[in-house]
C-alpha cells in the first residue's frame, strides 16, 4: 500500500505550495485548505487507491470493494483530523528551531 500512502502526502504538499498555506494552520483558510487536500481528497484518492490494491491482490472479494473502501476512508479520515492539526499547530514551531529544518523547501 506504499502507493497510496505517497499520494496521500503528495496531495497535501502540493496544495499547500500551490496556495501557499501556513503550515502551522494559522487562519481559516489554511485549516480550510487543509480540511479539503490534506483530510478528504487524499484520504479518498488513497482509500480509492488501497482497496482496489487489495482486490486486484485478491486479498478481498471484488464484492467487499465498499467495505474495504469505507473503512480505510474512515479511518484516513479521523487519524488526520485528530493527529495532523495537533501537530501541525503546535510540533511544527519546534522543529523550525532546529538545524534539520530547511525553510521553504518543500513548501
Known amino acids: ?8 502526502v503528495l496531495i497535501p504538499l502540493m496544495a499547500f505550495a500551490y496556495f501557499k498555506v501556513n503550515i502551522r494552520l ?23 487507491w488501497g482497496a482496489l490494491m487489495i482486490i486486484a491482490d485478491g486479498m478481498v472479494p471484488r464484492t467487499e470493494f465498499c467495505v474495504a473502501f469505507e473503512g480505510w476512508f474512515a479511518g484516513n479520515v479521523v ?11 503546535y510540533i511544527t514551531p519546534y522543529i ?7 525553510h521553504n523547501y518543500w513548501i
Open 26 to 48: 494559522r487562519t481559516k483558510r489554511d485549516m480550510g485548505i487543509f480540511l479539503l487536500f490534506g483530510c478528504l481528497l487524499n484520504s479518498f484518492i488513497g482509500a480509492l
Open 79 to 89: 487519524t488526520a483530523l485528530v493527529i495532523v492539526p495537533f501537530c501541525l499547530r
Open 1 to 8: 500500500m506504499v502507493a497510496s500512502d505517497f499520494w496521500q
Open 96 to 102: 523550525q528551531q532546529t538545524k534539520s529544518y530547511v
